[in-house]
């Protein structure tokens, strides 16, 4: 089974210089989530709902990268590809979702105790 991985880590915007030295962070996560909801994909109640649950995820997610499936991730790179007003900031969020890397993963199996 395959899978997208997508990097969650926050990035230096290093366009943008703080008074007194160094670079603000750029939110990924709560960027990521606000995408999914973009006007433009136009969602139906249906879709919402699904894109509220990879929102959730993401902000959920206790490390530093998700697996997405594929399913979900086209849902993200759309998001991506109709959206418009996009800045330089987000110039590296968009390149980690078109360009998320294929891994392959194994499906968990669960035992039942009878």
């Given at each position: 089974?395959?899978?997208r991985?997508?990097?969650?880590?926050?990035?230096?915007?290093?366009h943008i210089v703080i008074p007194g030295g160094g670079h603000p962070?750029?939110?990924?996560?709560?960027?990521?989530?606000?995408?999914?909801f973009v006007p433009e994909l136009q969602l139906n109640g249906t879709a919402l709902m699904q894109m509220q649950e990879i929102a959730k995820a993401i902000l959920d997610c206790p490390d530093?990268?998700?697996?997405?499936n594929e399913?979900?991730?086209q849902?993200?790179?759309?998001?991506?590809?109709?959206?418009?007003g996009f800045t330089r900031a987000e110039v590296e969020l968009?390149?980690?979702?078109t360009e998320a890397v294929t891994v392959e993963?194994?499906?968990?199996t669960q035992e039942i105790q009878t």
């Open positions: 089974m395959q899978a991985k997508l990097d969650l880590a926050d990035y230096p915007l290093n962070q750029y939110d990924v996560r709560g960027s990521l989530s606000a995408l999914c530093q990268s998700i697996l997405l399913q979900d991730w849902k993200l790179k759309r998001a991506c590809e109709v959206h418009v968009v390149r980690r979702v993963v194994q499906e968990a």
